[in-house]
């Protein structure tokens, strides 16, 4: 009914710009939200198209639980006025549709702080000392961005927001809280590469957000373009027609007078014009053009997403190949290690030791030389075996007097001699190559073991070294 008084002219939409674009109504389950001209005859007109609703359907309006709100130029009498042939309240914010503010607009900056309010309430609501790492990482995957899934779903979020997002998942991650600051190891966007490039494979948010948007406009972004069918609805130099990335468009553009539609390159029988093309593209537009499928000549074209086999958009799928291209850009990509780090995360030992050698991978525990480097002024040599040895991941571990012991009874020192290198992912690489998958296993047990006992020499204070 909206729809059609709108069409008769008894109604008038919200407009956007000068393009004849207009909105009259949002429906959808208990929510509604109608739109119009801000004078007597609209409203009157509108209330007389909800009688004659009410009186069609035997359902009443419940005018207490509806509310009216208007433009920023429509004074205050007239307001008055207009809300009382309705019969409603006068509001400044109509509120939330579907749970979401309907009045971004200007306030759009207090609308995001309510969001990562929430979030921020959420995340200080667990304790971090209280999880695993494991346990984290599933808080921050599961929780934390389906919080943020819906509002992303529609809005562009703020790169300042995206910021401080990101800060407070890695607050969390690194176990700081607002008294203490523990170290952040490593950037919050190195932790979002995937785990087979070193990180974790947490979503950035800002990817996954501009994902999400794609989902609702996708048609408008690259990755974008024709199935041809027929040809009939394509335009040969102003579409992305081409089975190619990433304008999928003709490269070189013949002086052709436009517009000229891909049906204007077949013969009567919808194959090619090969002769035609041939002579008016160039040869690798021309051999692309050829290269489309041409028998089905009765199908009509269809626009389709060109990542995905089925033509179909989906959000993970956009938003890997929206972290490929950041990764293509920063050129740090390192699949040399691609394998080892997939044979880390797949390893049968707890989730906390595959999380401690991923850190030791990246020399992120708190040794006397990752300390130092880190800023802090403290004194660099071993503080166990007091042979003035710098105490790195190397010493601390599998290097200092303090383990050997331990190393020796464990059958595996001959081996771990044997690897000539200073560099831990690459003594780790070549030890897991000459052990079986459990000796290699107990091996990584055993040196996270040998770490907690040197912290709890630390910090309980004992001198005793370790004998069994
Ligand atoms: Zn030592």
Redesign the pocket.
């Known amino acids: 009914m909206v729809k059609l008084w709108e069409n008769v002219g008894r109604l008038h939409g919200l407009n956007f710009g000068g393009n004849g674009l207009s909105v009259s109504h949002l429906f959808f389950a208990n929510d509604s939200l109608v739109f119009f001209d801000a004078n007597e005859k609209e409203c009157e007109g509108f209330k007389t198209l909800l009688d004659n609703y009410a009186k069609a359907y035997g359902q009443m309006v419940n005018f207490h639980k509806s509310e009216m709100c208007f433009g920023k130029r429509v004074p205050g009498g007239v307001r008055d006025r207009l809300a009382s042939i309705m019969g409603v309240r006068v509001v400044e914010n109509y509120g939330k549709y579907l749970g979401l503010p309907s009045f971004v607009g200007r306030t759009k900056k207090e609308v995001f702080a309510g969001i990562r309010n929430k979030v921020w309430n959420k995340v200080r609501g667990w304790k971090a000392s209280l999880f695993s790492v494991a346990g984290k990482e599933v808080l921050i995957k599961a929780t934390l961005q389906a919080i943020l899934t819906y509002t992303m779903s529609y809005f562009l979020l703020p790169k300042s927001m995206i910021n401080s997002l990101h800060r407070m998942a890695a607050r969390f991650w690194w176990g700081s809280s607002e008294k203490n600051n523990k170290i952040h190891w490593s950037k919050w966007s190195y932790l979002c590469k995937p785990k087979e490039k070193g990180g974790l494979g947490f979503r950035d948010l800002g990817l996954f957000n501009k994902a999400l948007l794609a989902k609702q406009v996708w048609r408008k972004i690259m990755g974008y373009r024709w199935r041809i069918g027929n040809g009939n609805s394509v335009r040969v130099l102003e579409d992305p027609c081409l089975p190619h990335p990433v304008s999928f468009k003709i490269f070189d553009p013949p002086p052709v007078p436009s517009p000229l539609y891909v049906t204007d390159l077949k013969n009567a029988d919808g194959s090619w014009d090969a002769m035609f093309i041939n002579a008016v593209f160039n040869r690798e537009d021309a051999e692309l053009i050829l290269g489309i499928p041409s028998t089905d000549c009765d199908l009509e074209d269809k626009i389709m997403w060109h990542y995905r086999k089925n033509g179909e958009y989906s959000v993970s799928n956009g938003y890997r190949l929206a972290s490929d291209l950041l990764e293509e850009e920063s050129q740090s990509d390192n699949s040399r290690l691609s394998g080892w780090w997939n044979g880390l995360w797949k390893k049968k030992i707890p989730p906390k030791v595959k999380h401690f050698v991923w850190k030791i991978c990246h020399s992120w525990i708190p040794t006397k030389v990752s300390l130092a480097h880190r800023g802090m002024a403290i004194d660099k040599t071993?503080f166990?075996?007091s042979?003035g040895?710098e105490?790195d991941v190397f010493?601390a571990l599998w290097g200092?007097?303090?383990t050997y012991d331990i190393w020796k009874q464990s059958g595996l020192w001959e081996q771990m001699k044997r690897q000539r290198t200073s560099d831990v992912i690459a003594f780790l690489e070549g030890l897991n190559e000459v052990w079986t998958f459990d000796v290699f296993d107990y091996f990584l047990l055993l040196s996270w073991h040998l770490w907690s006992i040197r912290n709890s020499v630390l910090h309980g204070g004992s001198t005793l070294a370790p004998r069994k």
């Open positions: 071993c166990r075996c042979e040895y105490e010493h200092c007097r303090c």
